[in-house]
């Protein structure tokens, strides 16, 4: 009988020629695609899904080809927000067809391959516990597929909206190297910033871009008068964003409907856009200047007033729509990077470096 060390390499799998093989048909699928842009915080409850589903019908409403990829296997919940529960996914020789909105969203979610409401994803192992030591394994491996698998065709903007865990971003960028950047969303209180705050940091170590920061939940908008209270205390997304020298994109303050709207499976922007929720919810979305006219791509054109730095990009109360936003807010984020790359240097030749915790690593 063998044991494992008697086996040669890789005992004939092939397994390095596998993976190129994967990456090449990801890189394949991600072609026609301009822009990928992942939505993240690292905590749970701030609204990740609702800035995604809102911003993904916004940009096109303006005439934008949008795609959202729900990358919440465990929690999926786009599907249910753009309304395109019940579709069913269809397979061709090009790929799996995504479920579209009303809006022409293209949408993929682990909700969509679902059989009911109460069933929920269960990991295929031997047992339970293989299932557990091996679920962030597999769970990087079905985003994959979804990535790769799915006939998104050409888009203008890929959203993906991640779950919780400072951990899942570093699975998405690790998947897609040229991923354009996220958008970290907080609300007010201070127990997110403290999360928020370590998948900041967690992105910059792995050299991710960060386009921006979004305060969500900033306030309460009352539904018979229109005014706007305060809801949660603690710190400001605005100082945050400052703290780590990347753009702050605006404040959405909550809006009771947003809740009613998203049961209803009809984005909240739709029917709302007036409002001071959905007045800051399309400007994160619409160019400051262009034309809108449906049916032609305007990412990589001009037209557009590109901040010039993270003040003007507050001030802009930040266009994500716009091209010329997006690669201004990547190449500031680069650079930031590459600051931070530096200050971290000096302060580890300066300090001796510490691990009080034996392997475990503190970033």
């Not at 020629?17 to 026609?32: I, S």
């Not at 795609?67 to 465990?74: E, K, Y």
């Not at 969203?105 to 091996?134: K, N, Y």
Request: net charge positive; aromatic share 4%; charged share 20%.
């Amino acid at each position: 009988m063998k044991r494992y060390k008697d086996i040669k390499g890789d005992g004939g799998s092939d397994i390095v020629g596998q993976v190129a093989e994967q990456q090449a048909r990801l890189r394949a699928r991600m072609a026609p695609i301009r822009r990928t842009v992942a939505v993240v915080s690292g905590k749970g409850g701030v609204g990740k899904s609702s800035i995604t589903a809102n911003l993904a019908v916004a940009l096109a409403s303006s005439g934008y080809a949008v795609g959202v990829l729900d990358a919440d296997l465990n929690g999926p919940s786009i599907a249910k927000m753009l309304g395109v529960r019940g579709q069913a996914l269809r397979v061709t020789d090009a790929g799996v067809v995504p479920a579209v909105s009303q809006e022409g969203v293209r949408v993929l979610s682990m909700d969509l391959l679902l059989p009911s409401d109460e069933t929920p994803v269960v990991w295929d192992a031997p047992t339970q516990a293989e299932a557990h030591t091996w679920r962030g394994s597999m769970e990087g491996t079905a985003l994959r597929e979804f990535l790769t698998d799915t006939a998104w065709g050409r888009l203008d903007l890929l959203l993906l909206d991640l779950p919780p865990g400072a951990d899942r971003f570093p699975t998405v960028a690790g998947l897609l190297p040229d991923l354009t950047g996220a958008i970290v969303v907080t609300i007010p209180s201070e127990v997110s910033h403290l999360v928020v705050k370590k998948s900041i940091t967690l992105a910059r170590e792995i050299g991710a871009p960060l386009l921006g920061l979004v305060e969500n939940m900033a306030g309460y908008v009352c539904p018979q008068c229109g005014s706007l209270g305060p809801l949660f205390a603690g710190p400001g997304g605005e100082g945050t964003a400052a703290q780590f020298g990347i753009p702050f994109l605006g404040r959405v303050p909550f809006d009771p409907r947003l809740a009613a709207a998203a049961d209803r499976g009809r984005p909240f922007v739709l029917d709302h856009g007036d409002s001071p929720a959905g007045r800051a919810l399309r400007a994160l979305a619409a160019p400051t200047r262009g034309s809108r006219r449906r049916g032609r791509s305007r990412f990589g054109r001009g037209g557009c007033a590109v901040p010039r730095g993270p003040r003007d990009v507050g001030r802009a109360q930040g266009a994500v729509g716009c091209a010329g936003w997006v690669e201004r807010a990547a190449g500031l984020a680069h650079q930031q990077l590459d600051r931070g790359k530096l200050r971290q240097r000096r302060q580890r030749s300066d300090q001796p470096r510490r691990q009080p915790f034996g392997r475990v690593r503190h970033v």
